[in-house]
């Protein structure tokens, strides 16, 4: 039986807009009552365009975003409110791997200064075993303990991202969120850092949220796989099932775009995601759905588990509901 870390039920996060000086303030649904389910130990890979509310997820998970509507449970309690001192420490045992690293790290201190923060934050060790402490982590990291005397503008991209996650696993986390970790690295370093975060994840059992756009690198890491579209989970299951033979009209587009892939029909999907600010009624996806018919206008499919199957898919098709040809007749 597997055991969650984290569990979250109806996450929702609006925020409020103005398009222009004199317009009225409008509201984005960024994330719309979204439930995740970390086991621990594992990773959950979470995909989609960008904008579908993949990173705001993130920051919710963290409590660095506080939601509108909905609760998260960690290790079988409560989230503690943001910013108390039950969520401070708690914060020990929840780190992030941003996007960013050069924006991430502090240019003023050196790569060592800031793996020892965390120690001393959580107040982990004793000033003098912190040298030693700090050395580890970065070898741990795949750097060298000398290169802990550098500053940020000193490393290469792929070493800074290598700091990033050496703090981050500082005070000895259970859970890591990483924020598209590889997308701001050159190509030729992805995958050392995509492997080091997957023998990182197994060697000390962490349980991962890997968001992502990229399939490949959520391919490699995932043992879960969810798709979100415009806010919402739209199917999710194991990677072989999802990524292979996906059941949701969006997640066969995103796989078959997927580049290299042979005997791959590509599915192009038209138009753009819709304003968040204006979502369609019915199914959020069916103004790009080559599938679309009457009732998905009309219905908001539930993401529940396929018969036969197993997979959770939102899609009134791919349960089975409706043909789309019943559909198109319609
Ligand atoms: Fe397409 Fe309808 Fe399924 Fe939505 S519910 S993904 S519009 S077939």
Redesign the pocket.
Known sequence: MTVPLLVARGLTRRYSMKRGMFSNPTTVTAVDGLDLFLEQGRTLGLVGESGCGKSTTGRMVLGMETPDAGSIAFAGKPMPRPGSAEWRSLRARMQMVFQDPLGALDRRLTIGQQVAEPLVIHGIGTRADRPDRVAALLTQAGLRPDQGARYPHELSGGQRQRAVLARALASGPELLVCDEPISALDVSIQAQVMNLLTETQARLGLTMLFISHDLRAVRQVSHRVAVMYLGKI?EEGPPDAVLHDPA???AQALVSAIPGQKNVRRIRLQGDPPNPADRPR?????P??????P???Q?V?ELKPRPGDGRMV?????QGE?S?SF?RAA
């Open positions: 739209v949701h009209p969006y019915g199914c959020a996806f069916h790009r759905c080559p599938l679309a018919g009732v998905c206008r219905l499919p939102a899609c009134h098709v791919a409706i789309p559909q």
